[in-house]
């Protein structure tokens, strides 16, 4: 056995430690893909490899918690159909001097039918206690089966950013693609205040050359941007990643994209505005792929608040299909999740009076999925919607809603429960004659996927796990409600 091989045995045994003393938690998500126990945080690694989907993540098998020296290590699930999910050993753990701090973010890619993940290594080079300062490199790590990894022993083979271009300490997240023949890989960078993304090419994914600076900020988009993720869709170039130090006062790194153009000769990127990618809380550090059916698939990480306390923190997001028409993304639940839905209710044609609260027969629940269709045309309220994971005297839920006068979406956690609160607004940019409102409940978890995938507003709730009802209401007139759909959902 290599050092590895032993540091990953530790690892895995600590693990099932932990899983064999997880007591039931109501909160813990039922159908989202999340470590077995203790701590996850990016996905990592995400790959169509040998007809299955491949999810790896950032992981500390030892504590529920990120920052332990030496505990960040590569966590590993594989599906035939991103819904139900294996857990498979833990794929890479800190064993040598380059990265025994950490085994941090980064991707995969398929060559000559092996598969290549690309990771930081971490060292902290100061005594803990004081504050950190880290020395970071590019590590490949190379498996012929899809679940054993070996380290290359070229690691690290990319030492530091150039001098004067970027700083060691901050030098992180490889991703990898491969476009009109040649192997890129950008890396999340900073200089100063100013987060950047390199650019690096190679012939044969162990040799890297530096390129050029592939994006950076002047000033106002964030100190470091980590976890680029490149692609082309539909004729279109769009690089997501997650700056910090812009998003909200309570959650300043966010997550978002440019969509353009890369000029494959002088390889500039050309491109538009930032965009998030979500506009409700926790989400961060998407990375996305292409499966074998073309789709191009993104999954980010839901953070939880600091403050919950509990045998297992974090999980996956829903796996959110990207499409790309004209310069619009899109982002849609995959159509795999149908596959969860049990027994349906649905409530058509209902006129919400003006404050007056509604229930629907059967439209309540603490794992569904919900698809609301509001008539904008036929609705004179100058605000409408509904509460979720109400209880019965109303004094716990959380609250969508829209206001007709402002076009604006409000998500509000301040009555969600245990650890969180706050409210987050979201700016439509086009009007329509119709809200849809498509919504995942899964038990502490929420996503909404509003009007087909022009926005998604995400986060954590943690009411009693009993409240399961659903209150629409209008103020200020009346509103007409299309459509109510309502499925239980169950792995
Ligand atoms: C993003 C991030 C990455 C880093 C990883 C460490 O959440 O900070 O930049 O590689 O987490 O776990």
């Known amino acids: 056995?290599?050092?590895?091989?032993?540091?990953?045995?530790?690892?895995?045994?600590?693990?099932?430690?932990?899983?064999?003393?997880?007591?039931?938690?109501?909160?813990?998500?039922?159908?989202?893909?999340?470590?077995?126990?203790?701590?996850?945080?990016?996905?990592n690694g995400l790959v169509y490899y040998n007809d299955e989907y491949h999810l790896?993540?950032?992981?500390?098998?030892?504590?529920?918690?990120?920052?332990?020296?030496?505990?960040?290590?590569?966590?590993?699930?594989?599906?035939?159909?991103?819904?139900?999910?294996?857990?498979?050993?833990?794929?890479?753990?800190?064993?040598?001097?380059?990265?025994?701090?950490?085994?941090?973010?980064?991707?995969?890619?398929?060559?000559?039918?092996?598969?290549?993940?690309?990771?930081?290594?971490?060292?902290?080079?100061?005594?803990?206690?004081?504050?950190?300062?880290?020395?970071?490199?590019?590590?490949?790590?190379?498996?012929?089966?899809?679940?054993?990894?070996?380290?290359s022993e070229l690691n690290p083979v990319i030492k530091h950013p150039p001098a004067g271009i970027g700083q060691d300490n901050h030098f992180r997240d490889p991703n990898v693609f491969f476009h009109e023949g040649t192997w890129y890989m950008l890396v999340g960078n900073r200089l100063g205040d100013n987060g950047k993304i390199l650019l690096y090419r190679s012939r044969d994914l162990l040799q890297w050359e530096y390129v050029k600076v592939f994006g950076e900020s002047s000033g106002d988009m964030g100190y470091?941007?980590?976890?680029?993720?490149?692609?082309?869709?539909?004729?279109?170039d769009m690089l997501a990643f997650s700056p910090q130090g812009i998003g909200w006062p309570d959650q300043p790194n966010i997550s978002g994209y440019?969509?353009?153009?890369?000029?494959?000769?002088?390889?500039?990127?050309?491109?538009?505005?930032?965009?998030?990618?979500?506009?409700?809380?926790?989400f961060y550090a998407p990375q996305s792929f292409t499966d074998g059916k073309g789709r191009r698939i993104l999954f980010g990480?839901?953070?939880?608040?600091?403050?919950?306390?509990?045998?297992?923190?974090?999980?996956?997001?829903?796996?959110?299909?990207?499409?790309?028409?004209?310069?619009?993304?899109?982002?849609?639940?995959?159509?795999?999740?149908?596959?969860?839905?049990?027994?349906?209710?649905?409530?058509?044609?209902?006129?919400?009076?003006?404050?007056?609260?509604?229930?629907?027969?059967?439209?309540?629940?603490?794992?569904?999925?919900?698809?609301?269709?509001?008539?904008?045309?036929?609705?004179?309220?100058?605000?409408?919607?509904?509460?979720?994971r109400s209880s019965l005297n109303g004094d716990q839920k959380t609250v969508i809603t829209y206001s007709k006068e402002h076009n604006t979406i409000t998500l509000d956690r301040n009555q969600s429960g245990d650890y969180v609160s706050g409210t987050r607004v979201l700016e439509m940019q086009r009007l329509s004659d119709e809200l849809e409102l498509h919504i995942f409940l899964d038990t502490s978890m929420m996503e909404m996927f509003i009007n087909k995938g022009?926005?998604?507003m995400s986060g954590w709730l943690f009411p009693d796990p009993g409240n399961e009802n659903i209150v629409f209401f209008?103020?200020?007139?009346?509103?007409?409600?299309?459509?109510?759909?309502?499925?239980?959902?169950?792995?």
């Not at 290549?116 to 504050?131: A, E, K, Q, R």
């Not at 470091?224 to 279109?236: A, L, Q, T, V, Y």
């Not at 969509?259 to 926790?282: P, V």
Request: charged share 25%; proline share 6%.
């Open 1 to 43: 056995m290599n050092t590895h091989q032993k540091k990953l045995e530790e690892a895995n045994q600590a693990l099932r430690q932990a899983v064999a003393q997880l007591h039931f938690d109501p909160h813990k998500p039922a159908f989202h893909a999340h470590a077995p126990a203790n701590w996850m945080n990016d996905p």
């Open 56 to 151: 790896f993540y950032q992981h500390n098998p030892f504590v529920p918690k990120q920052w332990e020296r030496g505990t960040i290590h590569w966590g590993h699930m594989k599906s035939k159909d991103l819904v139900h999910w294996e857990h498979l050993p833990i794929a890479l753990a800190p064993s040598e001097d380059y990265d025994r701090d950490g085994c941090f973010s980064g991707g995969a890619v398929i060559h000559d039918g092996k598969l290549y993940l690309f990771y930081t290594s971490n060292i902290f080079t100061v005594p803990p206690g004081l504050p950190d300062d880290l020395l970071q490199q590019q590590c490949v790590a190379v498996s012929v089966d899809g679940v054993h990894f070996d380290k």
């Open 224 to 236: 470091m941007w980590e976890c680029p993720d490149f692609f082309s869709m539909n004729g279109k």
């Open 258 to 282: 440019y969509l353009g153009r890369l000029n494959n000769e002088t390889l500039d990127f050309s491109h538009g505005e930032f965009h998030k990618l979500d506009h409700g809380f926790d």
């Open 301 to 388: 990480w839901m953070r939880m608040p600091r403050n919950a306390d509990k045998q297992w923190a974090g999980s996956m997001t829903l796996p959110r299909e990207l499409r790309v028409t004209g310069d619009r993304l899109t982002i849609h639940p995959v159509e795999e999740l149908t596959l969860l839905r049990q027994q349906q209710a649905t409530v058509s044609d209902v006129r919400l009076r003006q404050d007056v609260k509604t229930t629907l027969p059967s439209i309540k629940g603490i794992c569904i999925e919900l698809l609301c269709k509001f008539d904008l045309t036929n609705t004179d309220a100058a605000e409408f919607g509904l509460e979720i």
């Open 454 to 456: 022009e926005y998604v």
């Open 474 to 491: 209008s103020h200020g007139g009346n509103t007409t409600v299309k459509s109510v759909d309502c499925w239980g959902l169950k792995l």
